[in-house]
């Protein structure tokens, strides 16, 4: 059974840092891959990242480009995501998610794209 659980959600300031993770169990993750989304109380779930097999692409949304920066480690079975210069809209759930399927920047940024989600984990930056 694939699960994602992903952790390391919580409180934080306004230009704070934080660092979330998601563990993989269940499934190959070099075959995936792997994806963060968020979404805030009444709106869609909403792209952040996504990062090729080996990690040596990576796709971020324009919201969060130059302040959030995926990464994983395969042997590891986890995909984690830095948070820098947080701001109080980046108040959210945040959701891991992997994909068995092509590497394509249009369909990455679709969360019906994704295969497997994590139950989420919230993030609440304060300002």
């Known amino acids: 059974q694939v699960q994602l659980v992903e952790s390391g959600g919580g409180l934080v300031q306004a230009g704070g840092s934080l660092r979330l993770s998601c563990a993989a169990s269940g499934l190959t993750m070099s075959s995936y891959i792997m994806g963060w989304f968020r979404q805030a109380p009444g709106k869609e779930r909403e792209f952040v990242a996504a990062?090729?097999?080996?990690?040596?692409?990576?796709i971020v949304a324009d919201s969060v480009k130059g302040r959030f920066t995926i990464s994983r480690d395969n042997a590891k079975n986890t995909v984690s995501l830095q948070m820098n210069t947080l701001k109080s809209e980046d108040t959210a759930a945040y959701y891991c998610a992997a994909r068995r399927g092509t590497y394509e920047a249009t369909t990455l940024r679709l969360a019906r794209a994704y295969d497997y989600w994590g139950q989420g984990t919230p993030l609440t930056v304060s300002s």
């Open positions: 990062i090729s097999w080996s990690g040596g692409s990576t």
